[in-house]
């Protein structure tokens, strides 16, 4: 189905230290506004949408432990296309409603479709256990853990006794595979940790082990060991941990560099807080774990770490997720000067940017009413896609001056000393006044005047007047 016409959240990505492709951004959807929860009307996440802030290129969306009565959850959305370093890039969100088609996991705008296919695994633990890649590697919890039952560093996390409680997963990675990462997100005091491993029930090898033991982070693979001395890591603070074949990171910053790669043999189980090593559970996890992914690659540094803040502080990250609905009204006011030498008594063209003040990044597709005020400075370097309508008093001198209220829509003087009352056909609009439609998208305002309307369309840096 096409993006639906209803209320949505939009808020802008932060740049990444480098272009990304089909980057998997996360969003807290605890963040949204409650304009966009008071819109939800159904329990089924897949009913939700996710756009580009142009409006019509949707993206592929996981809607992960969707709660709309808590109004909690999260929502991973695959960013189509080039990431860049530079400029405004904002997505938007459809709350789910009912109305709206279910998406099927497989849909090209469905769950698996939200990550890229270098991902192999994606379990963010916050309500089961369950792989949320097109992989399907779903996990059992062993030993009475309660997956989800605890607060992480975003939404929820799962705690392991240290005992017997463990995540239990079918094999993960190939073996003797070369290249591999494995990233996640710990918190805890105790020293001897198994985060993540796999191995063979009946002997101790082959094994992959991304472990912490003896004071040492360690990835364990194919040789001895790489591993990174540490006395200030395991602190009850969450942690982000990062290990693949040629490095160990730590909050996304590199601390020891080597090589390993994965022990070649039959494997025939993985785990998170342990796995089952020759018969027995090796060296389990007491802490919280929370948000782990297994990749059949290493990711860039960018990647690492655009990945890194976006679940660190999500809040940042995104900024403020703003509601555009339709009947949503704005107080604003345009500044930067206006040329009205070009009038004609059939058409004018003007220059027109909106000021930074302004706050109309945020595009929109759909209907809404803003009281803006027309004064001497007036700009247009933000804009909308859409329709709103305003109430504009000009005055005598600058002719864009002295905001008027009425009831959906503003009443516009047009002064003579501008010249502008040539622009309808009969009628003086020295005194009389017009209501005003703007509908804009992107970076030109056409102007279109009858006696008693004008009809604005904008898309960015001009406005061209009609007069009939």
Same mark, same amino acid.
């Given at each position: 189905?096409?993006? *639906?016409?209803?209320?949505?959240?939009?808020?802008?990505?932060?740049? *990444?230290?480098?272009?990304?492709?089909?980057?998997?951004?996360?969003?807290?959807?605890?963040?949204?506004?409650?304009?966009?929860?008071?819109?939800?009307?159904?329990?089924?996440?897949?009913?939700?949408?996710?756009?580009?802030?142009?409006?019509? /290129?949707?993206?592929?969306?996981?809607?992960?432990?969707?709660?709309?009565?808590?109004?909690?959850?999260?929502?991973?959305?695959?960013?189509?296309?080039?990431?860049?370093? /530079?400029?405004?890039?904002?997505?938007?969100?459809?709350? *789910?409603?009912?109305?709206?088609?279910?998406?099927?996991?497989?849909?090209?705008?469905?769950?698996?479709?939200?990550?890229?296919?270098?991902?192999?695994?994606?379990?963010?633990?916050?309500?089961?256990?369950?792989?949320?890649?097109?992989?399907?590697?779903?996990? /059992?919890?062993?030993?009475?853990? /309660?997956?989800?039952?605890?607060?992480?560093?975003?939404?929820?996390?799962?705690?392991?006794?240290?005992?017997?409680?463990?995540?239990?997963?079918?094999?993960?990675?190939?073996?003797?595979?070369?290249?591999?990462?494995?990233?996640?997100?710990?918190?805890?005091?105790?020293?001897?940790?198994?985060?993540?491993?796999?191995?063979?029930?009946?002997?101790?090898?082959?094994?992959?082990?991304?472990?912490?033991?003896?004071?040492?982070?360690?990835?364990?693979?194919?040789?001895?060991?790489?591993?990174?001395?540490?006395?200030?890591?395991?602190?009850?603070?969450?942690?982000?941990?990062?290990?693949?074949?040629?490095?160990?990171?730590?909050?996304?910053?590199?601390?020891?560099?080597?090589?390993?790669?994965?022990?070649?043999?039959?494997?025939?189980?993985?785990?998170?807080?342990?796995?089952?090593?020759?018969?027995?559970?090796?060296?389990?996890?007491?802490?919280?774990?929370?948000?782990?992914?297994?990749?059949?690659?290493?990711?860039?540094?960018?990647?690492?770490?655009?990945?890194?803040?976006?679940?660190?502080?999500?809040?940042?990250?995104?900024?403020?997720?703003?509601?555009?609905?339709?009947?949503?009204?704005?107080?604003?006011?345009?500044?930067?000067?206006?040329?009205?030498?070009?009038?004609?008594?059939?058409?004018?063209?003007?220059?027109?940017?909106?000021?930074?003040?302004?706050?109309?990044?945020?595009?929109?597709?759909?209907?809404?009413?803003?009281?803006?005020?027309?004064?001497?400075?007036?700009?247009?370097?933000?804009?909308?896609?859409?329709?709103?309508?305003?109430?504009?008093?000009?005055?005598?001198?600058?002719?864009?001056?002295?905001?008027?209220?009425?009831?959906?829509?503003?009443?516009?003087?047009?002064?003579?000393?501008?010249?502008?009352?040539?622009?309808?056909?009969?009628?003086?609009?020295?005194?009389?006044?017009?209501?005003?439609?703007?509908?804009?998208?992107?970076?030109?305002?056409?102007?279109?005047?009858?006696?008693?309307?004008?009809?604005?369309?904008?898309?960015?840096?001009?406005?061209?007047?009609?007069?009939?």
């Amino acid at each position: 189905m096409s993006i *639906p016409s209803s209320t949505y959240d939009i808020a802008t990505i932060s740049n *990444p230290s480098a272009a990304l492709t089909d980057f998997s951004l996360i969003v807290d959807l605890s963040n949204m506004s409650s304009a966009w929860w008071a819109a939800v009307d159904t329990t089924d996440g897949t009913k939700g949408r996710a756009a580009k802030g142009d409006g019509t /290129t949707e993206l592929a969306c996981d809607w992960i432990d969707f709660d709309n009565g808590s109004e909690t959850g999260l929502v991973r959305i695959k960013w189509t296309g080039t990431l860049a370093t /530079t400029g405004t890039q904002e997505v938007e969100i459809y709350p *789910p409603q009912a109305a709206n088609a279910s998406y099927a996991a497989t849909d090209t705008y469905g769950q698996y479709n939200a990550y890229n296919s270098n991902w192999i695994g994606y379990w963010p633990l916050q309500s089961d256990a369950n792989d949320r890649t097109s992989t399907q590697n779903n996990g /059992t919890a062993q030993g009475g853990a /309660t997956v989800g039952g605890v607060s992480g560093k975003i939404g929820n996390a799962t705690s392991f006794d240290g005992i017997d409680d463990w995540i239990e997963l079918s094999t993960v990675f190939a073996s003797g595979a070369a290249d591999f990462e494995i990233d996640l997100w710990y918190k805890g005091t105790d020293g001897d940790n198994q985060y993540f491993g796999q191995g063979l029930t009946t002997s101790n090898n082959p094994r992959l082990l991304f472990m912490h033991q003896s004071s040492y982070y360690k990835i364990v693979g194919a040789t001895a060991a790489m591993a990174v001395a540490t006395t200030d890591d395991i602190d009850d603070s969450w942690r982000n941990l990062v290990a693949n074949s040629t490095n160990i990171y730590i909050d996304s910053t590199s601390r020891v560099s080597g090589s390993d790669y994965i022990q070649a043999g039959t494997y025939d189980n993985a785990g998170i807080g342990t796995f089952n090593r020759n018969g027995s559970l090796y060296q389990p996890t007491q802490g919280n774990i929370q948000d782990v992914k297994a990749f059949n690659s290493s990711r860039s540094d960018a990647e690492r770490s655009q990945e890194y803040i976006q679940v660190s502080d999500n809040a940042t990250f995104w900024g403020t997720w703003t509601n555009v609905t339709s009947g949503s009204t704005y107080n604003e006011s345009y500044s930067e000067s206006i040329t009205l030498a070009e009038t004609q008594s059939s058409t004018m063209l003007l220059p027109l940017s909106i000021s930074e003040g302004l706050s109309l990044s945020e595009t929109q597709n759909i209907i809404a009413t803003f009281i803006i005020g027309l004064s001497e400075s007036i700009g247009m370097s933000e804009s909308q896609d859409g329709s709103f309508t305003i109430e504009i008093g000009i005055s005598e001198s600058i002719g864009l001056s002295e905001l008027e209220a009425s009831i959906g829509a503003f009443a516009l003087s047009i002064a003579e000393s501008m010249g502008v009352s040539d622009i309808c056909t009969s009628g003086d609009l020295t005194t009389g006044k017009l209501s005003v439609t703007i509908s804009s998208n992107k970076s030109y305002v056409n102007i279109t005047a009858t006696k008693t309307d004008i009809s604005i369309s904008a898309t960015r840096s001009k406005i061209t007047i009609t007069g009939v």
